[in-house]
């Protein structure tokens, strides 16, 4: 069992920056991809991005693209997101992932079936 626990978010102004890290318990981190969803309410959950096993390809939501940045450390077994340029619809819950199993497609990044660990979620509230 892999535990994620989360930690940053809260409340910034619109064009702020905001930081999520989500660390793992299990030192297999490294063979495990990494993605951030987001939920806002009354929606359905949406990818906002991932990482490949080694951090070497990464995915991002057409909505995020350019503003929005993930970093692993698989030596800290952490993940980062780095939200800039901040949007009032950025707003939402995020959630890390973890699914400890080597992805065949990149079809597979994007869905939140294909992972089996999950944080606790935490709250960004950007402000207009």
């Known amino acids: 069992q892999v535990q994620l626990v989360q930690s940053g978010g809260g409340l910034v102004q619109a064009g702020g920056s905001l930081r999520l890290s989500c660390a793992a318990s299990r030192r297999t981190f490294s063979t495990y991809a990494m993605s951030w969803f987001r939920q806002a309410p009354g929606k359905e959950r949406e990818f906002v991005t991932a990482?490949?096993?080694?951090?070497?390809?990464?995915f991002y939501g057409e909505s995020v693209k350019g503003r929005f940045t993930i970093s692993r450390d698989n030596a800290k077994n952490t993940v980062s997101l780095q939200m800039n340029n901040l949007k009032p619809e950025d707003t939402a819950v995020y959630y890390c992932a973890g699914a400890g199993r080597y992805f065949a497609s990149d079809y597979e990044y994007y869905q939140t079936s294909e992972y089996e660990y999950w944080g606790q979620g935490t709250q960004v509230t950007v402000s207009s």
């Open positions: 990482s490949s096993l080694t951090g070497s390809r990464t």
